[in-house]
């Protein structure tokens, strides 16, 4: 991908989804290519995408990610298939296992074999998506007789969230795009290399298959309190086993094997407290908006193709959160920096 996109993550901290319209063109004007949505604990990934389909005329819609264990294959061929129509040519479906925490604690599923479910995923939507009747028995989805009556057309891309090898593969084999996460600009090009050999050996463009990454860019100014809130982020993100497994092999056992051993043993404080200061700068960008800038470059020039920003900040007062997020949009814009 030669061309280099700063996109925005949204929802956006301390706006409704009812106000995403006006940011959205706002930001459009700004310079910015893209809105990629997420879905955790709050609002589904649809829905914001939705808002700013309707109100915007060029800008791309992403989802990063639609869970291939809580949602279906019909379901989710029928719902890619009402945002490619409301954005035709816009909108990329990105697709991820997720992890236990929310497929098996916050949904009662399963978490067995997701690489199979991901690759699974992705070969059944790809039928769907362009108009076949779909007849499929895998290992972990069967689908018997299903078939759009609304094909989206152009067809809609299908981005695979990965972490490591295994998934890295999965979206190399099967993906147009691949959705990183949780990672550091110098993490990049080990995963990258992955995802383009493994497109070579299947007989595939490596160089086609778009990398992209959720940047956390935190607001607040660096010191002992935001490092404790980011460092309690970390914690309980790091601590789910594909994200502990995933910084293994990252190499970062090391600098985090005394968290792990403290968050095993009931001891949450002191596994905040073993995090150590390098860890926060590897995963949160941070500090005067030139440092951050820069360091969102870092990832683009590390092989990221496009960065989506997800701003954090954890002022108490709305209004100033509000004001952070809106002026960072604006400083940090494409159109600010030519």
């Given amino acids: 991908m030669a061309r280099k996109r700063w996109s925005l993550s949204v929802p956006m901290e301390g706006y409704s989804i009812a106000e995403l319209g006006d940011i959205a063109r706002e930001a ?69 296992s997720g992890s236990q925490p929310i497929v098996e604690s916050w949904n009662g599923g399963a978490f067995t074999k997701p690489a199979t479910r991901v690759r699974e995923m992705a070969q059944v939507l790809r039928a769907a998506l362009a108009g076949e009747r779909v007849v499929f028995k895998g290992q972990t989805i069967s689908v018997d007789g299903f078939r ?92 789910v086993p594909v994200y502990r497994a995933y910084q293994e092999w990252l190499g970062r056992t090391p600098a985090l094997q005394p968290m792990w051993d403290a968050w095993a043993a009931g001891d949450r404080k002191g596994a905040v407290a073993a995090i150590p200061s390098t860890v926060v700068e590897e995963f949160f960008v941070r500090g005067p908006m030139p ?32 004001a952070l997020v809106l002026d960072a949009m604006r400083a940090l814009a494409p159109s600010a920096r030519s």
Avoid: C
């Fill in 291 to 322: 440092v951050i800038r820069a360091r969102v470059q870092r990832y683009l020039d590390h092989g990221i193709d496009t960065a989506f920003l997800q701003f954090q900040t954890n002022d108490p007062d709305p209004a100033r959160r509000r």
């Fill in 148 to 239: 759009l009556t609304r094909v989206p057309n152009p067809p809609v891309p299908i981005y695979i969230a990965a972490l490591r090898p295994g998934m890295l593969k999965v979206a190399g084999e099967v993906g147009d795009g691949v959705i990183l996460n949780w990672i550091s600009p110098e993490d990049v090009p080990k995963s990258v290399a992955i995802i383009r050999e493994t497109a070579r050996k299947a007989g595939r463009n490596p160089e086609a298959i778009e990398a992209t990454a959720r940047l956390f860019v935190n607001l607040d100014t660096p010191g002992p309190e935001s490092d404790q809130i980011i460092k309690r982020h970390i914690a309980a993100y790091l601590n």
């Fill in 28 to 96: 459009e004007r700004l310079g910015y290519t893209d809105a990629w949505s997420f879905e955790v604990d709050g609002v589904d990934g649809f829905t914001p995408l939705a808002a700013i389909g309707a109100a915007t005329t060029s800008m791309r819609l992403g989802i990063a990610i639609a869970n291939v264990y809580t949602r279906g294959p019909a379901t989710l061929a029928s719902t890619a298939a009402g945002l490619a129509d409301l954005a035709p040519g816009r909108f990329v479906l990105g697709i991820g």
